[in-house]
């Protein structure tokens, strides 16, 4: 079992910036990749961003250039999202998940990111 708790979520307005983290516990030798998901309301949930166990990074296409994503190396269990340049269409509740054999199998419980016009 993984327990992921999220932290950083907030009301900002468009153009400015916000920063996620995501502490892993339990079994996390396991884990191949952590990501970031968003769902806003009436929409999908879909991938913002991920980083793999070697380091190497994805992210949706909307969001490349503005956010980033990364490890705290010394707290190997704690990844971060750096989001710039918000914008009213980033709102949403975003989600840490624990990737296993390349699937999302455990969730945080989510943080509420609001962007204002």
């Known amino acids: 079992q993984v327990q992921l708790v999220e932290s950083g979520g907030g009301l900002v307005q468009a153009g400015g910036s916000l920063r996620l983290s995501c502490a892993a516990s339990?079994?996390?030798?396991?884990?191949?990749?952590m990501g970031w998901y968003r769902q806003a309301p009436g929409k999908q949930r879909e991938l913002v961003a991920a980083i793999t166990s070697g380091g190497n990074t994805n992210y949706a296409d909307s969001v490349k250039g503005r956010f980033t994503i990364s490890r705290d190396n010394a707290k190997n269990t704690v990844v971060y999202l750096q989001m710039n340049s918000l914008k009213p269409e980033d709102t949403a509740v975003y989600y840490c998940a624990a990737e296993i054999d390349l699937a999302p199998r455990y969730w945080g419980q989510g943080t509420q990111v609001t962007v204002s016009s």
């Open positions: 339990g079994s996390i030798f396991s884990i191949d990749a």
